[in-house]
């Protein structure tokens, strides 16, 4: 019996020898940041596929405000932050036609506070979370600020307006970097 837990005690203390070789190996963890905006009140207006016949399946969503800096902020111009998403919905969520379920979209992103007018373009793709809230990523197609270099990661995520099939006030944030 003794000779079991001895033997568990050196199989512990291998396993601890060696994990911590491999994590001083890799060298210390990149510290990541991110520049976060909230949009308390994005106005969210759905597309849909409409003929001179009425309107069919939903095909896009758009999520249009002004947000405030709420972390990272240090480099991005000072202000609010303009944006504008477009979701282009490939499934929607069940039983609602008019919840997005996931798709690709675009990113526009704008600081009118600042006297250079900076700007910034991106892309990314984007799943439903739950019922309540689309979760969002992808990369910077174009920029014109210095800290917010092209391939920059972006995320986020929009909530659901109170009536998704006719649009309205909903939440959103976005992050850039880290």
């Known amino acids: 019996m ?24 890799s060298g210390p963890a990149e510290a990541t940041t991110a520049t976060t905006y909230d949009i308390a009140s994005a106005t969210a207006t759905p597309r849909f596929l409409c003929t001179e016949f009425g309107c069919g399946a939903l095909t896009g969503y758009t999520y249009t405000g002004e947000g405030t800096c709420s972390a990272g902020c240090v480099g991005f111009p000072p202000g609010s932050v303009d944006v504008t998403l477009n979701f282009s919905v490939a499934r929607t969520f069940p039983p609602s036609p008019c919840r997005m379920k996931s798709g690709t979209g675009t990113l526009e992103a704008s600081w009118p506070d600042d006297p250079t ?17 689309v979760v969002l990523a ?28 006719t649009g309205g006030t909903a939440q959103a944030e976005i992050s850039f970097g880290g």
Do not use: E
């Not at 079991?4 to 199989?11: E, H, L, S, T, V």
């Not at 910034?120 to 439903?128: D, E, K, L, M, V």
């Open 2 to 25: 003794r000779k079991q837990g001895a033997m568990k005690r050196a199989a512990l203390a291998l396993v601890l020898v060696v994990g911590t070789a491999f994590a001083l190996a």
């Open 117 to 133: 007018l900076p700007a910034a373009q991106g892309t990314f793709t984007f799943n439903a979370h739950d019922s309540h809230a």
């Open 138 to 165: 992808g990369s910077i197609t174009s920029s014109s600020l210095s800290v917010l270099l092209p391939g920059a990661a972006i995320g986020g995520s929009v909530t659901y307006p109170p009536s998704p099939c």
